[in-house]
């Protein structure tokens, strides 16, 4: 089991090394080396999340109809190729949308699009297969070395691509987007070897069908359910919202380079590790919501040390922010998808994870549009980008807070006495479509 622990970790790292590019260079050369509008660039880059209802059908649908024998497999791979394809496509665009604003429009649905149903696909199935291999008391463990994993890859995912785009130029870049993408797609791959065991055999057409109606009954259907979703869309907006902008502010208040920016991935990186290894740990001494509500805290920290930071053109005091802000998503992450794996329904494993993916992509979309948005706002009635900067990461901070209060609402043992039988959803389901 040690062997397929460390596979889905492959799988994770994989996905999440795609997403580096975007999130720690791209936009950080669109923003401040193109001027391209900071809202354009949040809305191109969370542009792939407006297709995340799409978890909850992947996960429902793959719950009971098999391809080829295998449950999950086949959507991960066909969601690993579309992250490779859309990760290799995306410097295009930013280059494009300068010369041809529509052509780079185009261009940036496609391949950011590409990237987001390949996300969808891929997330849902092995978050779903790592559910279902291991038992409740295992899962924190799981999580925890698919994160560590993820995040070491991320660390030097980061640190390569300072390298590979010093100096910056256009082809540079380029290369740098290929080399990522490929080396992607061989961990991934190597992650997927025997990983799922071939199980039952594909559903007839129709048969066991699972309607739009049963999956909003099951999730809407449970009040906890309903509170733990719109807890993580808070708490993810602000912890994967401030992608976009992190690293544009640092060049901004800083005058920071681009393989200097770059790095404060890297830099951010080796806390989450140190913070995902820890939790883990404490795991196993604590209640998760109990961990949960301490890492709330010190990313509510980290926040409020970078927005002082814009104040005073301190950049220890933005480095030390980072530094809690990495801590506090490093002890956010374990335990609140410890949390997530325990708010699911036994036969409906896919149907859940998928509602939470959900909740994590419309994070990421709500977090970092209205960074953006506000950001572009305060700058151009202040002429301050400092300034819009500052007040959009104490917003953050603020969501921080309300995910604490919430938390303390938050029962998995209440979850699963309210939780709908199957036969229940079934019946609802067939009401609904009459």
Known sequence: MTRKRIQLGLIHLAVAMTLVPINSTLNRIMIKELAISATLVAVMATLPYLVSPVQVAIGAYSDQHPVLGFHRTPYIVIGLLLCVGGVILSPQIAFI???????????????????????????????S????????????????????MMIVGIIFTAATLGRLVDPYTEAALQRAFWIIGLVALFLGSAGLIRLEDRSGSPSKPGEDRQSWSAMASAILGNPQARLFFLYLVILLAALLGQDILLEPFAAEAFNLS??????????WGVFVMLALIITGWLERKYP?????????WIAFLGFSLITISGTYLDQIIFYLGVLFLGIGTGVSTVSNLSLMLDMTVDGKVG?????????????????????GAGRDLITTLTGNPILGYGIVFGVMAGFML???????QIDVHLFQDQGISPSVVERAAIAADA
Not at 258 to 267: D, E, G, L, Y
Not at 351 to 371: E, H, P
Not at 402 to 408: D, N
Request: charged share 10%; net charge positive; no cysteine.
């Open 402 to 408: 309300i995910s604490v209060l919430m938390l303390t």
């Open 351 to 371: 149907m859940f994870i998928g509602a939470w993916g959900m909740a994590n992509a419309f994070s990421r979309l709500i977090g970092s549009v209205l960074g």
């Open 288 to 296: 998760k919501r109990q961990i949960a509500n301490w890492g709330g």
């Open 97 to 127: 949308l300068v010369d041809n604003f529509w052509l780079g429009l185009i261009i940036g649905v496609l391949a950011f699009g590409a990237w987001g149903v390949g996300y969808n696909l891929a997330a849902v199935a092995y978050l």
């Open 258 to 267: 681009v393989r200097q920016t770059t790095q404060i991935t890297s830099f």
């Open 129 to 148: 297969l790592a559910t279902e291999l291991y038992e409740k008391n295992e899962r924190g463990r799981t999580i925890a070395t698919m994160w560590v």
